[in-house]
């Protein structure tokens, strides 16, 4: 069993950046991002897979997942922030897809609040 240990998120102002992080404990082929704000049904953020980075439209350009192999660890820097961002934001691994595809362990999630 895969067990993911989220932390980084807070409040912030927006225009300001905050950095996530997730701490897996086994072997993942897969880590990403999730995100569920008030009223909406969870969506993806961004994903890595070894050192390539895919994002949501919504995202892309502002956010950059990265991946730390040694500690096998997750970060997701968030730039620009916006109140839109405002949600609860999930870690997510698969240990043989893409968690695109299919999410095998989710973190516990982590409030991201972005202020106006």
């Known amino acids: 069993q895969v067990r993911l240990v989220e932390s980084g998120g807070g409040l912030v102002q927006a225009g300001g950046s905050l950095r996530l992080s997730c701490a897996a404990s086994?072997?993942?082929?897969?880590m990403g991002w999730f995100r569920q704000a008030p009223g909406k049904e969870r969506e993806f953020v961004a994903t890595?897979?070894?050192?390539?980075?895919s994002y949501a439209d919504s995202v892309k350009g502002r956010f950059t997942i990265s991946r730390d192999g040694a500690k096998n660890t997750v970060y997701l820097q968030m730039n620009s922030l916006n109140p839109e961002d405002t949600a609860v934001y999930y870690c997510?691994?698969?240990?043989?897809?893409?968690?695109?595809?299919?999410?095998?362990?989710w973190g516990q999630g982590t409030q991201v609040t972005v202020s106006s």
């Open positions: 997510a691994a698969a240990t043989r897809t893409s968690v695109l595809t299919k999410v095998d362990y």
């Open positions: 890595i897979t070894w050192s390539v980075g």
């Open positions: 086994g072997r993942t082929f897969s």
